[in-house]
Nanobody, 118 residues
């Protein structure tokens, strides 16, 4: 079973920043798009951002200008920089591997909690 190892969540005040990391096995990371999704209590899991192997990115409108997705191919790791956090960003954030720039893959991480206090 493919494992995606996430880290970087936590509790932060509104306006603060966090950086999430997701490390994937090398044989997977080098050939697939990666993405971040989030799920707030009582809500559906939703797309946050995605990145292809050649660095093309896309973001959901609510995070544009605040979040940045990037990938380090040498470390087999995808990052999500979260700036100017808002209470409505509070959710469990999940790493996703596979798919394309516009579609999710089949591999998920265990999730990391991000809590933003007002």
């Amino acid at each position: 079973q493919v494992q995606l190892v996430e880290s970087g969540g936590g509790l932060v005040q509104a306006g603060g920043s966090l950086r999430l990391s997701c490390r994937a096995p090398e044989n997977i990371f080098r050939v697939v798009a990666m993405g971040w999704y989030r799920q707030a209590p009582g809500k559906e899991r939703e797309l946050v951002a995605r990145i292809t192997t050649d660095g093309r990115t896309m973001y959901v409108d609510s995070v544009k200008g605040r979040f940045t997705i990037s990938r380090d191919n040498g470390k087999n790791t995808v990052y999500l920089q979260l700036n100017n956090l808002k209470p409505e960003d509070t959710a469990v954030y999940y790493c996703n591997a596979g798919g394309s720039l516009w579609s999710r893959g089949a591999i998920w991480g265990q999730g990391t909690q991000v809590t933003v206090s007002s």
